[in-house]
């Protein structure tokens, strides 16, 4: 059975950094992908970025690129995301998702367009102006 656990939510300044943890069991990281998506108040959930750890395939947003980094530590199974130079519009509730990944001839491959199967509880970021 799946499960991701996210923590390391809160409140930080606009400018300031977090980093969200996953805690992932339950799954084999080489073939899967992990995703991170967010929803805003009153707003659709949507998808920002995703990482396949074998093969270091990442994918991002252009509205993260350049601020939010995934990166994943192999020996406790956890997914980090890394955000830097954080904004207002920021201001969600982060959700980490795994979802096979796509093998392609160039390796395993991620897109967090695609749907994901497995979720986390969520943790709250907000960012104050």
């Known amino acids: 059975q799946v499960q991701l656990v996210e923590s390391g939510g809160g409140l930080v300044q606009a400018g300031g950094s977090l980093r969200l943890s996953c805690a992932a069991s339950?799954?084999?990281?080489?073939?899967?992908?992990m995703g991170w998506y967010r929803q805003a108040p009153g707003k659709q959930r949507e998808g920002f970025g995703c990482f396949v750890s074998s093969s270091g395939h990442t994918k991002y947003a252009d509205s993260v690129k350049g601020r939010f980094t995934i990166s994943r530590d192999n020996a406790q199974n956890t997914v980090y995301l890394q955000m830097n130079n954080l904004k207002p519009e920021d201001t969600a509730v982060y959700y980490c998702?795994?979802?096979?990944?796509?093998?392609?001839?160039?390796?395993?491959?991620?897109?967090?367009?695609?749907?994901?199967?497995?979720w986390g509880q969520g943790t709250q970021v907000t960012v104050s102006s």
């Open positions: 339950g799954i084999i990281f080489s073939i899967n992908a």
């Open positions: 998702a795994a979802e096979p990944a796509l093998l392609t001839e160039s390796g395993f491959v991620c897109d967090y367009r695609l749907p994901f199967d497995n």
